[in-house]
């Protein structure tokens, strides 16, 4: 059986407790060990529930699905918890370690485009400029860290003056942009930019 805790707020007790089996079957919600509600099957986690805890606070629980992977949503009266899809803790953890994968495939592929003249890698903006501007990336978790939203928006500037200098190069040679980089690197930007909006959050928070 699966298990996790969450804190209601930043830095308090993790006295909120979800069990479940298999794939989000049979959910079980406990408060301070005490069972507040259960959700017998995923097609309704799907849906969302909501239990009354603590104090008259309304806990809202459903399952999200993404493109490849599935998560629990949990908020406390429309605030998402701390740790969970949604909150600005996951988001900054989200996009700090896209920033870490990107500086490193944008050397490797990089090198091995140079080195190899690969036309698919080339086509994907491949190249000089991806290993130049994945170093950049590189430099920048380095400095900055998880928490630090000026890394976040000085790394999509410079992933996105890369990603548009590769389109232009490739163009003045008569090639197409890969359309899967294309909106691969779209992707990037806006998980990138979730990064520098959750640091804010922190920040004000």
Do not use: C, H
Not at 39 to 50: A, D, K, M, N
């Amino acid at each position: 059986m699966a298990r996790r805790t969450y804190a209601l707020a930043d830095g308090g007790a993790r006295d909120l407790e979800l069990l479940w089996e298999g794939n989000y079957e049979k959910l079980v919600v406990r408060y301070q060990g005490t069972e507040v509600g259960n959700i017998p099957t995923s097609r309704e986690l799907l849906e969302g529930r909501t239990f009354e805890i603590s104090g008259g606070k309304k806990l809202e629980i459903r399952l999200v699905t993404g493109f490849l992977s599935k998560d629990l949503y949990l908020s406390v009266d429309g605030q998402p918890l701390p740790e969970s899809p949604g909150s600005s803790q996951s988001q900054l953890k989200e996009s700090f370690w896209t920033l870490v994968i990107v500086s490193a495939l944008s050397v490797v592929l990089g090198v091995v485009a140079i080195l190899s003249g690969m036309q698919q890698l080339v086509r994907s903006g491949m190249g000089w400029e991806s290993v130049i501007s994945g170093g950049i990336l590189a430099l920048l978790v380095l400095a900055a860290g998880l928490r630090q939203g000026w890394a976040y928006l000085a790394a999509g500037l410079v992933f996105l003056a890369a990603s548009v200098w590769s389109v232009y190069a490739l163009l003045t040679q008569n090639l197409s942009p890969n359309l899967g980089s294309v909106l691969i690197r779209l992707l990037i930007l806006w998980t990138l930019w979730k990064g520098w909006l959750a640091s804010q959050k922190k920040i004000t928070g």
